[in-house]
């Protein structure tokens, strides 16, 4: 999995569209994307402009585990 970011919110949009249903990826209000490697080449070929940030690191690939603080009894 590889961390992206696109160019600007009409590329983003486009390139969200584009990935729904043909990948998987995860992406967060702050415009960071994470994609599969071999979608890459498929963003690019679709004319979609990104920058590539790097390898995602664990924490992002992982969802947060959130365990509810017990109840008073």
């Given at each position: 999995?590889?961390?992206i970011r696109f160019t600007d919110e009409a590329a983003e949009l486009k390139?969200?569209?584009?990935?729904?249903?043909?990948?998987?990826?995860k992406t967060w209000d702050t415009g960071?994307?994470?994609?599969p490697e071999a979608a890459l080449a498929h963003l690019a070929r679709a004319g979609i402009r990104f920058t590539v940030e790097g390898p995602a690191t664990y924490d992002k690939l992982i969802p947060p585990f959130r365990n509810p603080p017990a109840s008073a009894v």
């Open positions: 999995m590889v961390s390139g969200l569209g584009y990935l729904a249903g043909r990948f998987s990826f960071q994307t994470i994609v």
